[in-house]
Structure formats: structure tokens, C-alpha cells
């Protein structure tokens, strides 16, 4: 069973500690992206996992590329071509100062990516899963032609495919998302969302709930999923329940809905002192998969889903470095935090 | 509409992280000073805004001055002379163990000064409100007097003066304070102090309040309040109220004493995880100070120098790096924390 | 008044932060050691403290050494010989993530001592109190042997004798534990446990009170410290009483109970945000030598010993740097967390 | 006297130390550019000095606009539209191993200028000198067409220009630069140049030396400076005189060409154990300017620019922190490094 | 064409900068090993490269085999079992100071290995060329005997052998090594060795050159080459040859004997600013493995090998991360330094 | 044999590598002073070595005597009482740009010392050699009499006393000291300079030496010497001679004078690649007094002092850390910086 995922690596830039941009004189240095968050965390797992993306051959492109080996993702797929190495400035909020992000992933070597620099059939030869998400169709019109090409290659060759909605406004307006992602979405057999997502990209909205307060009516994402499943045929929607209480403490839950069963079941929820918020819902995305290929119960898979994500929020960077040892025993033993020795 | 604060700028050299002062062998350094904090502030708000203060001429002075024109603060007006840039050691506590401050301050330049060191024609000859703090006086005999002299110049041009009381026991005793700050209050249009200001500097006590415990009396601080304006003149009272859970949790409000209406409005409460809260008390006074001199009303008065004062506290140095734009979010929103991508 | 501490010092690598270990690329060095700790902490009170162990002649040695001189410790009875430092390496859990420890302590020169390598009498010949604990037998079979020795000399000397039982499941077995720790405990003066501990070295167990959930009822620790006193002719049983919240908060409390006057008393009970909760143990047998050292009744010992370990939670390391002051005003306030200027 | 410098800010992200980059997980971070560097010096060497660019209005572009005034530069002309902040990576060599810049530097706020973006006429109030460099219009055709009417703006209101050929092979071909830089050339009166600069932009060569060793011939360069001015109109040729023994050790010399009076001026050579040997070139056009703005003589000129860029290539950063009376205590005792006290 | 390295992999601890050991609070992390490094090296050249050792199972040997993957290596062919992770402190000299090494590497889980954890017909299937180290039988006696069996199983299947002499007294006696290396010995086609392992290792000493005072006699290292080619049967011996003129500035050259031609040939003499020495005769091993394998001749092995060499230790960190571009660049431009935009 | 050393100790604050003051936010502490340097040096020596001062009882002093305590130095002596910690800011210089230090001394407690604070017949008792330095005096005039009062008592008892001239310019005049020093010169064994000391404080001078240029003229130095011991009566005059060929290199080497013999010893010259030169005279007396103490002939004794002091300089920091052991290492391989393993 190999998955692969196919979108951005970026270089993130973060101010270290609680320190405002540039407060400090130096940046701490990773690598992250939606898709190459979600092909970190299933490696980890032990998943056979393997990354797609276009980038220059510069340095900062190498060392992205060995931050994916070194957590053992398989990078031979990835092509290389004109363009820039995207990147992202992050300031960790606290308290009631947001945490805040600014992009300069304009021109980046997979935004400029064209049909011809992918061969579908070649990419999926040894591939079972195929993750996307919203982002990349976002990045440039080329990349909706391109992701439109390998759902329907993958949808030939009976490969599985999951999309994380990701709606990201600065890439594209809601009305652009949504005039673009229902095409796509007829090929999604496992589609993951938050609160906000389903609204942007799909135009189906919660009725109750108001995402700016993180205040959540549990019907209404019940009614969501059902309809998402009935208008492109999905067989899961998975929804990520975020409660903001300040940018230091987050409630975290998530629901995973099954369209065959009309049924929807719910993870515990998780009050979590953040270490580092960014790429939780990657690695949520993540622990999914990993409990539908392990052909766990949908119970089992929505508080596998969780549990990975809610440790991914207690570690510092996009890549969730939690095992699924790890993740077990929080199932296990509830959070208490006990020391291991 | 320029501003000027006249004080004191020190070096402060923080232990790292939660680390005991001299456990690890690095000192993190910044500048600050209760005006000069004042100062920053305000220039980040958008305010022209100078500070005047003595210094040595030192790599270290240079330095201080220069952190002060990264935030556009105009430094033209500052003397030089003999006497040594003030310091002092922070150590950060959490939880149970309080953050101690080691003031090495003695035979500053500042605390030198001789009156003949500041022409106030010249100095406020652009200048439309003045301010200064308890912390002025209580510098030097000399300092006094020169303080007086300021507050005489300034009334005499019209300009506004805001004094925060901020009675630091290190520098001189209550009894002292008292036998000096009445004359100087003479001259005060806007007064700001915390819980045990009045007290220590005017002898103006919280009946019910016991401060050492946090527990806060509204009505007490409305006594106070109203008990200032009258044997001052003043037109408002601003004070900070600080609940001290934690080292770590403070609750943070404020309130604002306007003699002329004789009403009291407060600001909402905000339970911070704190990052750092030294300069809390000086992003309050300069929210105020900006409030005023927009022409807010005493309500949004009031939120915003408590909004302020909140954001200050999830920042590390005693500098507010909030602008007017985070501010006014944080009042609309009410501190959810919700990253801004 | 005089205190020996016997046992290991390690060299503890911490990965910085909230990074897991290796995810930076450098590891944050101290020394530790569960006896070496209380020596420590002693030393910092003012008590005139000595720590025994053996040592390897090497860098590494010598500069643990010389952190024990820094403190003030009398170093001069260490022994040296073959085998190495051992160390452990410390990743900081936070929220639902637990805090790890790997040990590599193996083949250390301490773990290779023989009974020829200590001369009791020379040793004990300035000494008026000796503290030990459940890890210094578990090492080897010979320091099981080193350890009744010991006992026994210092009881023939009158020496007060205290033994922190200190269980660790990878230094050996319960069963071991069980099969030697009640015969040197026919020498213990005050004994100082945590949940766990009576349990797995003595097989005197809570009944109702469940570990794993750090649920505690308060009646079984009464019977628990009975028992150990009618079994081994204790004086003193003192239990730290933990609540694992999560990695990030817990609750922390005690008990002392006196055999003579057949009661227990209880400390208050502070929820603390930790920062670094390795080292609470040893450093709450540290406060409670130095309370009943001093003679101090029963409620003052426990509430010192509580209060010395809630403080040493609070800061980053395994060494307790709490003062005998900041103790006392942690006692007498309460742990509001008001800035010390 | 106020000197205006036009031209790009960019963020410089250094791995520390000599490790490669992205082996340390941070960069260090600070602001550069060219005309930026010159504006700095010029500044802390208390000139009154302005810089103009073009900025997107974000945190990294207000960070780059705070360093400049942190040093004393006037920012108040800068202008703000569409574009990213560029950068750089950089790798510090040693040794045999060179230093490696990595340019993200397209699609930068500066290289989308549109000739509306500056009103010259407003810019050059208060200016006497304005200077830029071969790198202006090497980032994009609109900027070609700005320099060319910057220049002829400030020739007609007699303002001195000066101009640092500074070619870079990544920005534009030699043969573009050909095609651009002579036409812009006639409105230059102080010309700077290092080796390779005036072949590659204007075609003028050295006959004998050979760049790439590092050996220099100086009638070569006299008779480069000849031509440049007789082509040119130039009053003055300055050009810098690097031998590269190592990433380590470099020799640094430059000469200065009169036009008038048709005759050179060598300076000194330092043999410099590099610190940081980017923004040398810099250091030595602000030395320059100073001289001639002071109205030292050509040798004295030539002295202070290349002992001023001597000592940036001793400082980290891209700024020449150096102050005149540092330069001209090197210039004195000739470099013997004796500790100040 | 597949090269497998065999041997041990070290965490090493450095004290950062000059510093002495534990002078400062944290230690420096990397992985390291005399035959992980030549695995990384030629992994960094576009080998395909495989490293073999037996580790524990923890978060340590999970961090180093992840190192390894970093750079591109096959790990697939790791055991585990029981036994430590080695490790060794690092303090780098300067001038007059020594680098110094402090070793903890005994009971490693290498060390501890026996015949049955490695079944070499299957290690040895895609394999072309297998090297190992002086390092690996002074690990144990068990290595000693795993070592001839990897030997004879790798003659029989036709690849090639490669052996550093690498002695370490510190492992073994030199009367020990040379009761085991000749034996090994005979399945080896390249010997590489630096100026004391001939000597110490196999009895076979320069007869004038003066180790110690690092004064080299090529015709001593001529007549050692040929005399281990004449009693071991080798293909070719390497030798690398260091001035040491203090801990900061080396010089660095070596010699390849063709035993078939029975010709040398010497490489250039580099001058090393050192930034760190360790690694530097694994990175020449690399260097020469893949001279070899390319096919070039002699000269250009021989002076590839020690380019690399040299470029290695202008880097931090036992791993050499030169490509074989910047190589090919040292041996064309001789080592100026130049920037590279 | 036990050694005293009396004066002062600082907070160094020094900017960390070679950045300006202040470029980095922060500042690399350690503690330092003339005389605690000598008592630490010698206390790594192994000598019983006690240092006396006068101090704050605040977290910095306490700091600050642990860090004597860390090297073994009994800091019993030391009296407390008003005043501030001196401390002083260190940039580090590099090839042309000198180090840098900004002394915030004044007001230190042992600048407010008075003859009462100090009872030189208890001081004394357990002493056998008592060392002090020009700095001592210069600090007040108090201190001037507490010196004599010291010396006068030490010779009473048959003490030996070494001094070093030390000449500080910023703690006062030539003249001042030449109005002081001679008298208190009466008193002394062994007396230490360097080029400059003996001219400024005595009044002695070298003729032909121009120290401003590092030109060193031993004839010179021989007369300076045999001038001071045939004044004061000194045993012993040691110099030390120190070429600054810049900031990153000097060279560096000594002699002693034996005034019965009426003999000069020169030392080796080294040439250091300097890490940190502050402190070098400092461990230059400290491997003096060590090298009497033990009863070494002359040029033994100059050969280890200098060695002592060239190996200081290879380390970070104002305190030695070179041990008997790694100083004699030096001596006999003198100085070709092999690793050692």
C-alpha cells in the first residue's frame, strides 16, 4: 500500500519563541506544505509514502527534499524546472495575540508547473492512494488542468483519492474555489474538511454555526458531510472541530462521517495547551488515511485522526513527528502527560 | 500633534526563557524605561512622537538611542553628558515563582542632570502633550526640581501632561514620594496609576481593596479617582487593575475617571497567558494617551489602552509592538486567537 | 549539622524547548541525579552538604563535579575509578504529548563500584545526616552490598538516616526491588515515597487510589506511611502527592506522617504550570531534611517541603535553586506571582 | 548635505557560522542591498542620508524600513505598491571553500516600479548627491527608464552622481548591460567599479590582469579609469582592488582616478581575515562619498574608502557599522588590532 | 554500481564555538562515524550508497539512521538489537590548543554483535563495492570474526574491498592490530591509511618522517605503499598526509600507489583554515572510492580525493557535504575563495 | 602552600562572536577581574587559592562568586556590603578592527571598600603567598590604604607578595599612579608588567621600545627590569612581551628577571591565533606564581607562565581553563595543535 501526495513544499521562516517578526535576528528554518505535511506524518506512521512537486535545483529545494527523506518519504518523483522555492514568515501568537502568517509563495516552480511536466501514468504506477488539496488547484490555472488530468488517471487506474479542502484566500477568492473545485471533487473518495472549507470551495455552508466566535453546532456538520457525500459521491467526509479560545489553548475534535452508513461518529475532545498550531489539520488528514488503510472502525479512525493531530499541535514545526505508538497510548490514557521513563 | 515623554532609558538584560539569571550564559538584551516604552508605543501607533532623556555617549547609550529610531521615535531632542546608562536584570517567573527585577540604575546619566541641561522653550517648541512619571523625580533631588520646571514651561504653553504615578519603592520611600508629588500633581492633566500608586506617591488609599492578594473593589478605585481630580485638577484618571493569579495568568482591566462628566467607565476583562508583562503599565498609558488625542469617547477610551496594555503582554521586551490595527481586532473580536494567514 | 547525599550524577542532555529530541541540532547539558539533587538543593538552603559518588577521571566528570562546587557542595569524598558518566536524554512533553526520558546509564563507574572503594568510617566521620535512595541499590548487586554497609556504619554513628524509595522499572524489577529494599530499610529513618513507590519496592499499596489516572485518596496514603512505620521502625513517611493533568499542568502536594504521634498532615495543594517537572521528587526530600534539620513542627516541614518543590517546577533543570526565602514567601502568599522589584 | 541612494532592500537569510546552509535549523537574519549599504554607512557617519525604494506593505518591508532608521537613514520618500520583499541566502565559505549567495530576489516590489512611482522632482528637494548603482536598472525594464530619468532630473537641478557599476550575471547579461549602461553613464560624475565590472557593463578591459587569480595590474586599471572618464565625462573613477588568496584572507586595495588633474591614487592593502566580505563594495562608495563630500584630497579619499570597507569586511552584516573615528584610527596605527580599552 | 559501508555510527557532542567542553549550556548534535561518513560522502556524490551497523531501538539510533536517509543512504540493511548507541565529546582546539575527543562508545550495540546478525549473502546481493575501517574488529572480538566473513563473502562474490587502517589506541593496542589486521588484510584491493595506521596497525613504519613533529618524507610513504601492495596483495594503497601547524591552520595533501603501473602519484598541497578537521580522511576515502568507480585516472583520483578531503574540513560536522561540482571547481580554481552568486 | 588574591570581580557582557555591542540581541556573560582570574587559573592548577573582595549581596554577586566556587576557589573571605557589581561590555575585535571594552565600573562595593571592612589578621592567617594588581589602588582612594594595610600586615607574617602593575588608564592618571604605586612597590617580591605598565605606574621606561607598534627591544626590558628590583627590592620582575600583528593575530612571549641572579629567561614566542586575548596577563602571573611556587628553575617557570597564557588565549572567556597537565603538553610539542584522541 503506497501513498502518494502531490502539492507544495515551502520554506517556513518563524520567529523564534513568542518573538514578533524580526524582533529576534535570526528565523527558525523548516520545510512544510499541505501535502508534504500529510506525506511526513503517514511516513512516520511507517506508511510507504512518496511526494510529488515541481522545484527549482538550488540548495534551498535540495535541503527540502532531504527534509523528506529524512523521515523516509520516497522523493524520486519529484521534477524539477524554472520558478522560485516558496516560503512563509510565521509569528507564534500567545494569549490573545494571533499567530500570524505571511506568504511569498508567488512564482513558485509548481505554480509555474504545465501539463507536460507530469506523466500520470508513470507517477502512479506503484501508487494505491492519492492525496490532494484545495491548495493546489489555487496556485495557478495550469495547476486546475493538472490536478483535473491526475484525478482522472488515478480514477482510471482504481486508485483511492482524498482531498483536504484547504481553502486559502489569499490564493484564490471563494467564488474562483467554487467554480473550480465541484468539477474536481467528482473524482474524491474521501473528502477532509474545517469549518470554513466546505463554505469557500463548496458553497455548502453550516447553518448555526459561527466559525468567527469558534462557537460549533454538531447538526449542522452532520448535514454538511451528507451533502457533500450526495452531490459528488464521496464515500467519507471527515470535518476537523477547531474552538479557539485564545492562540495558547485550542479545543480540538474532529467527526467522520460514512456515507454508506448514513452515519456519523464523533472523536473526544481535546483541550490543548499549542505548542505549534500550524499543520494540524495535515496531520488529522493524515492519521485518516492511516486508520482507513489499516481498516479500522470509523470510531477507531476519527480518534486515531484526532489523537494524531492533537500531538502534532504539542510539537514544534509543520510535520507531525508522532508515531502511532504514540498516538495509541493518548487514546489509551486520555492526555494525562505522565512522564515516560 | 507631537508627544514628548521625558525619563529614563536602561538596558535590560533578561535571563533566556524561564532560566534563573546567570543559569545560562547568555543575557538577552533590549532597551526600555517606563517613558521610553511611552514613547516607542506611540510612534508604533503612528503618534510623532520624542523622547528626552541624559545620556553618556557610549556604545551602549548609542544603542539605546538607536532602538528608539527603529520605531521612528524622534531622538533629536536627548543631552548628553557624564554618569552611566542605567540597567537592570530580569529574571521571568512562572506559576508560583514571581519575575524579579535587580535594578542597577545609581549614577545615571539621567539622575545626574542639572536643570541648565534642558531648555524647555526649546525643547517643547513642537510639542503638544507631555509626558512624565513618578519615576522622574524620584531619580535625584535635582530631578525634582527639573521636573517642576518642565510641568511650569508646558502649562504655560498649553500643553497637555500626563503623569503615570508609578511609585518604585528602590528609588525612594512613600514618605518621600508624598512630600513631593502633590506639588508636581498641580500640573497634571491626565493621571494613570495601578493599585497601590495613589497610595504610596499621593497617600490616596483603596479602602477595601488588599492589594497584595489582587483581589480588586471597584468602588474603592472610584473614590480614588474622584478624590485625585479633586485636590489635583485633574480631568482623568486612568488605573490599571491587575489580578495576579500566576506568574504565568493575569486577569487585566482598567478604568477611566473622567472629573468633568464625574463618571467612571471600564474596560473588559482579559485573562492573559502571560509572554512577558513588564511595560504593561506603559502601553496602557500610551493606548490612553492615543485615545485622547483621537478623540475617542472615555468607553473606547479605555478599551483601547487596555487592549493595549493586554497585547503588550504576549509580547517579549518592554517595548509594544502592537499597532492600532491589531488593537482595534482584538476589541472586535475579543482575543480568540484565530491565526491570521 | 552536616548532610550526605550518596548516589549517581548524570549528565542530562535536554533537547530545547518544546522540539523533540534531535529535531534541533543541539541538546541543552546540566547535571543531575536524584541524590545529587537533594545535595544541592540543601547546599542552596545553607546547609553544609556533601555528595558521594564515583566518578570516571574525565572531562565530563570533572565538570560535574564542579557543578556540584558551583552550588557550594563539599565534593571532596567522591572516589574515582573505570567506567563511564552515565547520562539521559530529556525531551520536554507539553499538553497531551508526555514528557520521555532515555536513560543510558549502563556500565557507569558508580553502577562498578565495590565495597573497597568507600570507607565508611572515613566517610561518615563529619557527617550528621545521610540520605540514599531506591536507585543506589538498584544499580549493581555490589551496591546493594555498599548500601547495608553504609546503613549500618551510620547507625552505629547515630547518623539520622533517610531513604527516598524512588522506584525505576528500567534499573530493575519490582520483584527485585522487593526481595532487597525491606532489609535496608530496617536502618531508615524518615522515608520519603511518591504513588507508586511503596508499592513496587515494598509491596505496601494504595487500594483504592488508581495511578495511572493520578487519582489519590487521601486515606490510603494514612495506611500506606502506618504500615511502612510499623514495618521498618520508621519515624517520619512523607508522600508527594502528584496530579498529571496533562504534561503541561499538575497538581502538587504532600503529606508528612509522624509514627510517635500516629498523624499525618497534609500541605495545600498548588496547581502548577510546569516548567520543568524532573527533579520535583528530590527536591521536596531536600526541603524536608532542611525542615525537620531546622525543627520545625510537622505542618511547617511538609508545607517547606511542598513549597521547595512546587518552586523547583517552576525552573529549568534537574537542580532545585529555590532559596530558603523565596520558599517562605511561596508559603506566606500563596504564589500570586507579583513581580519582585 | 543630504545624500539620496535609490535602489532595492532585500532580507538576508545567513546560515550561522560557517555551517552550510539549512544544516543549522535557523537563519540569520538582517537587511541589505547595494544602495541600501551606502545609505547606512553614510549614516553612521553622520552624513544625512536618505534611501528610496519601492516596498509591498507587510511586516518583512516595515522590519527592512525600521533597520534603516535604526542607523539614522531618512525612509520618508520610500514608496509602497504590488511585490514581494526580495532575498538572499547566504553561505559563509572558509578556506578553499567560497562564500554562495542563492538570489530570490524576482518579482521584488522595486523591479515592478512603474515611472509614476517616483516624482522626481518632489524626491530631489532637499538632495546634493544621489547615488545608485549598475544594479537598478539590471532588475527590470521600467527600471532602465526610471534611472534614465532620475538622472536626467537630478543633473538638471546640479545635483552630483555617482554610480557603482556593480554587475550581477544573474540579474542581466553582459551584452544587456552593454546595450544600457553607457547611455546612463553620461549623467555620472564619480565613477565606482571593482575588476570585472567595467568589462562586463561597459565593455572596457583590463588588458593583463587576470581576474578569476586574483592578480592585479595596476597600469591596467589607470587606463580603465582614463577611459571611463573620457568616455563618460566622469570627474572621478574609483575601483576597488580585491585579491582573493582565500574565502579566508583577502587582500583589499582600491584606487582613485581624477580626471582633472589625469592622475590615480593608490590606497594601502589590507590583508584582511574576513569576517562577513559581502557589502565591501558598499562600504567603499559610502568611504568615497564621505571623502569627497568632506573635500579631503584624492589620497586622503582613497585611504578613507578603502580603510572603510576594510573594517566592514571585519563586521558581520552587509551595514558597515564604522564610524569616522574608527576609520581614521585605522588609517593612523595601520591596523595592528590593540584592544581599546 | 553500489557501494556498502560497514561500522559504527557515533552521536558526537561538540562544544559549540572555541568553547571548552560544558563551558557553555548546550552541546552541538550530529551523527558521525568513520564509515557513515564515508557513506554519506558518497551519497552527497550521486552514489549509490548503503550503510550497515547494528543499533538499539530508541529515539537515539532512530535520529542517526535518519541522518543517514537525509543525505540519500540506504538504511534498509540496519539490525537492531541490544546495546547503546556509542557517542563521543567533542572539543575543537584553536591555534596552540588541541582538538581534543572523549570517547563513550563501549557496549555499543556494533560492538556487541554477533556472527548471526548478519546474514552477508544477503547483505551483499546489490552490492559492488564493500568498505570497512580499522575501526570495526577494534570494536570486539566478535567483529573481528564478522569482519573476515564479510570479507571472505564479498571476495567470493567478486566486489571490491576498501579498508581504512583508521587505528584508534584507544580501541586496541597496536600489538593487537597488528595480530588481526594482516589477516584481513589479504581480501582487501584499496588500503588507505594516514601516517601513523601503516605503522601501528600492520608493523610497516616510515623510516624518517616524524610523526609527531608532523615532518613528511615522500619516499618513506612510496616504500610503505609498496610494501603493504607486495604482502597484502592491494591494487592500490592511498595515504593522506597532514601538516599540522597548530589546531587552526593544516596542510593537506596525499598520494595514490598504482601497485599494477607500481608508479605514485601526489596530490597539490592545500593550506586549511580549518573550521573542523574531524571526518577529513573519511571524506578522502569518499573522494577515492569514487575517483575509482568513475574510472578517471590516477592524477585525477588522487587529487579528487584529497579535494574532497580538504573541502570537508572547511565544514562543521563529521559528514562531508561537497558535491562533486564544488570539488571539480577546488581542483580547477585552486581555492581562491571567490564568492559564488 | 595557599594563595590569596584580592580585588575585583566583574560581569563581562561580551557581543557574542564578532558582532558589534547590541547587533545581536543578546550578550555572552561570564565573570572576570584581574585578581579573580589569578585565583581561578591557579585553583585549575590545583593550588589551594582563595580570593577576597568585597561585594552586593544580590543574585549578580552571588552569581559570580559560584563561579569562583566552580573551580574549586575558596570564597570564604569575601565580605559584603553597599555598592553596585562592576561590570564591563566586550565587543571582540577581528584582523583590523581592534577589541573593544566599555568598562560600567564606578561605584563597585569594592570601590566604596573601607579599611574596617577587611581584618588582614584573620585574612592572612591560612596564607602563604598574597597576590594584588595596579587595579586595586587605582580603584579609590580608600583602596589605596587598604592595600598598604594589607601589604604591610602580609609582610609582617612573612607572606611572599607578587603584583601586577596593570595599568588602567580609565581608573586614573599616570601621574596618580606614579604618585601611588612606588610606595606600595616597597612591599613587593614579585613584580609583573607589560610593555606599557612600569612607564605609566613607576615611571620606569623601556627607551628604544615603541609599544604603539608592537616593536619589541629586549635590551630594553632587561634594564626596566633591573631598575624596578634595584628600587623596590623585587625578587622577581616577569614581563610580558606581546606583538599585535592585528586583531586576529599576535605574538606573544615573556621573560623573568632574577634580580639575586641578576639573570633574564626568555620564553618561546608564540604565534596566536587569538580565540580571546582578555585575561592573558592574568594566567601569564597565574602560571608564574604557580611555577615558583613549585619550586621550577627560571626559564621553566617563564616557559609555563607563557604557555599558560598563550593556551588562555585560545579559549573564550577572561578565566583560564588550561590545566598543569595541557600547559606542559604545550611546552614539550610546542604547539602543532594534533587532535588529541
Redesign the interface.
Known amino acids: 500500500m503506497k501513498v502518494l501526495t502531490f502539492g507544495e513544499i515551502l520554506l517556513r521562516?518563524a520567529s523564534?519563541?513568542?518573538?514578533?517578526?524580526?524582533?529576534?535576528?535570526?528565523?527558525?528554518?523548516?520545510f512544510c506544505g499541505a501535502e508534504a505535511n500529510v506525506a511526513v506524518s503517514l511516513a512516520v506512521f511507517g506508511v510507504n509514502s512518496a511526494f510529488l512537486t515541481r522545484l527549482p535545483k538550488?540548495?534551498?529545494a535540495i535541503?527540502a527534499v532531504?527534509?523528506l527523506?529524512?523521515?523516509?518519504v520516497d522523493t524520486g518523483k519529484i521534477v524539477y524546472g524554472d520558478g522560485?522555492?516558496g516560503l512563509y514568515?510565521l509569528?507564534k501568537?500567545?494569549?490573545?495575540?494571533?499567530?500570524?502568517?505571511?506568504?511569498?509563495r508567488?512564482?513558485s516552480a509548481i505554480s509555474l508547473s504545465k501539463s507536460e511536466d507530469f506523466d500520470w501514468d508513470v507517477v502512479f504506477k506503484d501508487i494505491d492512494w492519492f492525496h490532494w488539496t484545495g491548495i493546489d488547484p489555487a496556485l495557478s490555472d495550469d495547476m486546475v488542468e493538472i490536478c483535473l488530468e491526475a484525478c482522472k488517471v488515478a480514477k482510471s487506474k482504481g486508485i483511492t483519492i482524498s482531498c483536504d479542502l484547504n481553502y486559502?484566500?489569499?490564493l484564490w477568492s471563494s467564488d474562483k474555489a467554487k467554480s473550480i473545485m465541484p468539477e474536481l471533487m467528482q473524482f474524491v473518495d474521501v473528502c477532509i474538511a474545517n469549518e470554513e472549507d466546505a463554505d469557500k470551495t463548496l458553497g455548502i455552508a453550516a447553518k448555526n454555526s459561527n466559525e468567527?466566535?469558534?462557537k460549533l453546532d454538531k447538526s449542522d456538520y452532520i448535514s454538511i458531510s451528507n451533502e457533500i457525500c450526495r452531490k459528488f459521491g464521496c464515500e467519507y467526509v471527515a470535518i476537523t472541530l477547531r474552538e479557539?479560545?485564545?492562540?495558547?489553548?485550542n479545543g480540538w475534535s474532529g467527526l467522520l462521517y460514512n456515507a454508506k452508513k448514513e452515519k456519523v461518529v464523533f472523536s473526544p475532545n481535546?483541550k490543548?495547551?499549542?505548542?505549534d498550531?500550524?499543520g494540524g489539520g495535515d496531520s488529522f488528514a493524515a492519521g485518516l488515511i492511516y486508520g482507513l488503510i489499516c481498516g479500522k472502525d470509523d470510531q477507531e479512525v476519527i480518534d486515531f485522526a484526532v489523537a494524531s493531530s492533537?500531538?502534532k499541535?504539542?510539537?514544534?514545526?509543520d510535520y507531525n513527528?508522532?508515531t502511532v505508538q504514540?498516538i495509541e497510548q493518548?487514546i489509551c490514557?486520555g492526555?494525562?502527560?505522565?512522564?515516560?521513563?
Chains 1, 2, 3, 4, 5, 6 share one sequence.
Open positions: 521562516l523564534p519563541g513568542y518573538s514578533r517578526l524580526f524582533q529576534k535576528e535570526c528565523l527558525e528554518t523548516s538550488n540548495d534551498v535541503s532531504n527534509s527523506r529524512y523521515f523516509g522560485r522555492m514568515y509569528e501568537g500567545a494569549s490573545q495575540r494571533p499567530s500570524k502568517v505571511i506568504y511569498d508567488a512564482y486559502r484566500k489569499n468567527e466566535r469558534g479557539s479560545f485564545s492562540a495558547s489553548v481535546y490543548i495547551h499549542l505548542v498550531r500550524v492533537c500531538l499541535q504539542t510539537m514544534e514545526g513527528r508522532a504514540e493518548l490514557q492526555g494525562n502527560g505522565r512522564i515516560q521513563r
